[in-house]
């Protein structure tokens, strides 16, 4: 209520100082609050209909930054982008290292005062917008692929760092490719220890699946294909209620299996910020149900859908864009490695588990 009675332009950095954006983050950043406080907030928040800011990629950077960087990195990094005053990007993929992140060929070499990167990056979503990207760079070789791999802090101004927009089949170029020559990187940028990078890319990825498994999604939801359907559904075609009932039972479930893994959270005293595996059920199942989201919505307009603006301009947008998301943050089928090996117990398939 307090916050709620100030100006709206004053609510993002009340929220980002009392730690409400992310509370279940270890304070000063977050309130360190168990998964019932959580509730109690979200609850709260919206009584006051106050809408918490999207962190974008700092939702998956920070994290990282709280769990393995020092004191002086996270007062750097991580109040501002709470705030709003920084976006990041994730430099993670490469063209010969995506779904297997180890085989990442990007180099960081030692310099003066710190590291020199040079490599190729691509896929980096929101790279034009961002002030610094999370990286990965190979700072060891012999042993096992997912050692000698160090994450540094990319200023996205530095010299040497050059962008180029790929352009999607929405027509928009969310996503990038990135090279690196001879990016200087200095050691205070070093997030934990070199050669310990396989760690911070752990904590990076996972609260990812969170990110992109908890209603992040690009597009309209099933209550808006509900709206598409006859209010007499003895008129609708039946099978259009019946793949729209199939889109409600779906998410229904997905509501269920977040109130599960929240009640194991609370049996197992759990909170922090270091999701599970779980977090790849997730992701996986809230992902293929939002594209099918915008599938049956696409559907039901008809001949309408086949334009890409007017009423159907949303629903194409959406379908478009939704393409992508069984492939980012980890492909389907990694998700289904993940939790075959992690979940199930059964034997690896002999990939790096991302």
């Not at 990078?197 to 597009?219: C, H, P, Y």
Request: hydrophobic share 40%.
């Amino acid at each position: 209520a307090e916050i709620a009675s100030r100006p709206k332009s004053e609510w993002r950095r009340l929220l980002a100082d009392g730690g409400w954006i992310a509370p279940h983050w270890p304070a000063p950043w977050g309130r360190a609050a168990d998964p019932v406080t959580q509730l109690v907030i979200d609850e709260e928040l919206a009584a006051a209909h106050i809408r918490r800011p999207h962190l974008q990629v700092g939702a998956w950077v920070l994290p990282t930054l709280i769990a393995h960087g020092t004191v002086a990195q996270q007062e750097r990094w991580v109040g501002p982008t709470l705030r709003g005053e920084l976006a990041w990007c994730q430099l993670f993929s490469e063209p010969g290292a995506g779904s297997d992140l180890a085989s990442l060929t990007t180099k960081a070499s030692r310099v003066e005062g710190g590291w020199s990167l040079t490599g190729q990056k691509v896929w980096t979503s929101m790279a034009a917008d961002a002030q610094f990207g999370l990286c990965l760079a190979r700072t060891g070789s012999g042993g096992p692929r997912h050692d000698g791999i160090t994450a540094f802090v990319v200023d996205m101004a530095a010299p040497g760092v050059e962008l180029r927009p790929l352009r999607e089949l929405t027509g928009q170029s969310m996503f990038n490719e990135v090279f690196l020559a001879d990016v200087f990187v200095p050691d205070d940028a070093v997030v934990g220890e070199p050669g310990s990078g396989w760690a911070a890319a752990r904590t990076t990825l996972a609260n990812e699946r969170v990110s992109m498994g908890s209603g992040s999604s690009f597009g309209l939801g099933v209550e808006m294909v509900l709206g598409l359907l006859p209010v007499d559904l003895d008129t609708a075609d039946p099978v259009d209620v019946d793949a729209a009932g199939r889109l409600l039972v779906e998410a229904h479930a997905l509501a269920a299996l977040g109130a599960r893994l929240t009640l194991r959270s609370l049996a197992s005293g759990g909170g922090g910020a270091q999701p599970g595996p779980e977090a790849s059920v997730r992701k996986l199942l809230g992902v293929e149900h939002d594209q099918r989201t915008q599938e049956v919505g696409l559907g039901l307009l008809g001949r309408a859908g086949a334009i890409a603006d007017g009423p159907a301009g949303n629903w194409v947008q959406g379908y478009l864009a939704n393409r992508c998301l069984s492939i980012a943050g980890g492909t389907s089928e990694i998700q289904r490695n993940v939790i075959g090996e992690r979940l199930l117990g059964l034997p690896r398939d002999g990939g790096d588990g991302r």
